[in-house]
T-cell receptor, first 114, second 112 residues
Framework: KAGVTQTPRYLIKTRGQQVTLSCSPI?????VSWYQQTPGQGLQFLFE???????NKGNFPGRFSGRQFSNSRSEMNVSTLELGDSALYLC?????????????FGPGTRLTVT | SQQGEEDPQALSIQEGENATMNCSYK?????LQWYRQNSGRGLVHLIL?????REKHSGRLRVTLDTSKKSSSLLITASRAADTASYFC????????????FGQGTRLTINP
C-alpha cells in the first residue's frame, strides 16, 4: 500500500495570506489527524477527522480549520497567516478513530511564513 | 500542554551501546506509544504498550510501563548509527477524547 502523502512538501507564504494543505491517507484508513511541529512547542495536535466529521480538536485558534472528504482525503486551512505559523505540518492516518491504533505519518509540509 | 515529558532531552552514545529514554505523563492513560523521527521528516511508529501491560519487546526495542509512577522507558540495545533520530512518547488520556499527546522528544545521536 502507498503511504500517507502530503502536498505540497514545501510552502512559503506571506503574513496575512491563507494556505491549504492536503493529506491523502493510506487506502482504507478513515481517520486523519493533523499536527503542528515547531522547535519551541514540539508536536501539537490540531484536529482529527473521521468519516468526514471532526472528532477531536486541539487548542488552536479558529484560523486553523480542516475538512475531510468522502474518500478520506483531508485538507487543512490556515487563514490570516502569522509568523508563528511557520512549522512542519504533519498528518497521520489510521484505520479507525481509536487511540489503540498506531498512526502512520506523512512526510509533512514545511510552511514558512515571511 | 504536553502530557508526556521525555528525559533526557538529548543523548549521545557510542555505536554498540544501549540507549535508554524515559517518558513521564500526568493523567491515567489507555496506552502509550513510542515514535521515531528522522531529522525534519514524518514520524514512524515503534511500539505501543497498553495500560495493563508492564513490558513489551520488539526486535532491539524494549519498552516498560509503570502506571503507578506514570512513566515509561524505551531501551534500544546494541545501537547503530541508523538509530540516530528523535524519539517521542505519545499518550492518550483514559478519560479524554482519545487524542494522542506527544512529549517534547529525546534527541539520540549514535557516534560511530
Amino acid at each position: 500500500k502507498a503511504g500517507v502523502t502530503q502536498t505540497p512538501r514545501y510552502l512559503i507564504k506571506t503574513r496575512g495570506q491563507q494556505v491549504t494543505l492536503s493529506c491523502s491517507p493510506i487506502s482504507g484508513h478513515r481517520s486523519v489527524s493533523w499536527y503542528q511541529q515547531t522547535p519551541g512547542q514540539g508536536l501539537q495536535f490540531l484536529f482529527e477527522y473521521f468519516s468526514e466529521t471532526q472528532r477531536n480538536k486541539g487548542n488552536f485558534p479558529g484560523r486553523f480549520s480542516g475538512r475531510q472528504f468522502s474518500n478520506s482525503r483531508s485538507e487543512m486551512n490556515v487563514s490570516t497567516l502569522e509568523l508563528g505559523d511557520s512549522a512542519l505540518y504533519l498528518c497521520a492516518s489510521k484505520p479507525q478513530a481509536l487511540s489503540s491504533y498506531e498512526q502512520y505519518f506523512g512526510p509533512g509540509t514545511r510552511l514558512t511564513v515571511t | 500542554s504536553q502530557q508526556g515529558e521525555e528525559d533526557p532531552q538529548a543523548l549521545s552514545i557510542q555505536e554498540g551501546e544501549n540507549a535508554t529514554m524515559n517518558c513521564s505523563y500526568k493523567t491515567s492513560i489507555n496506552n502509550l506509544q513510542w515514535y521515531r523521527q528522522n531529522s525534519g521528516r514524518g514520524l514512524v511508529h515503534l511500539i505501543l504498550i497498553r495500560s495493563n501491560e508492564r513490558e513489551k519487546h520488539s526486535g532491539r526495542l524494549r519498552v516498560t510501563l509503570d502506571t503507578s509512577k506514570k512513566s515509561s522507558s524505551l531501551l534500544i540495545t546494541a545501537s547503530r548509527a541508523a538509530d540516530t533520530a528523535s524519539y517521542f512518547c505519545a499518550t492518550d488520556e483514559a478519560q479524554g477524547a482519545q487524542k494522542l499527546v506527544f512529549g517534547q522528544g529525546t534527541r539520540l545521536t549514535i557516534n560511530p
